[in-house]
């Protein structure tokens, strides 16, 4: 099976930036420590600071929905959707292969 990458777009509202911010990094480290977790990280907007990005990694849709159950995730997603201008955006992608470069791999 494909590795599964999840993009997630996040906008804060006005004047919640950084109670937003505090809340995405608070589930980094915790990612991390899962065994199934293969890349996590959260990027800031460089023109629009309100705006994040969460890039994600996983081996399979099963180990997405184990992330997806564990405790730092359930807390996130009862308390994101007070700090957010607009419905979280979140998408699932496989990687289309072509060729042997390394490079294609993350």
């Known amino acids: 099976m494909s590795v599964v990458t999840v993009v997630g777009r996040a906008t804060a509202k006005p004047g919640r930036r950084d109670d937003l911010e505090r ?20 990027h800031q907007g460089d023109v629009d600071p309100d705006s994040f990005v969460a890039v994600e990694q996983w081996p399979s849709q099963e180990a997405l929905e184990r992330h997806l159950g564990t405790p730092h995730l359930k807390q996130l997603a009862e308390l994101v959707d ?24 993350l």
Request: glycine share 4%; hydrophobic share 40%; with cysteine.
């Open 23 to 42: 809340l995405l990094r608070s589930v980094i480290v915790p990612t991390h420590a899962e065994e199934e977790c293969l890349h996590y990280s959260i």
């Open 82 to 105: 007070e700090l957010l201008l607009e419905p979280l955006d979140l998408r699932t992608f496989v990687q289309l292969r072509e060729g042997d470069s390394a490079k294609g791999e």
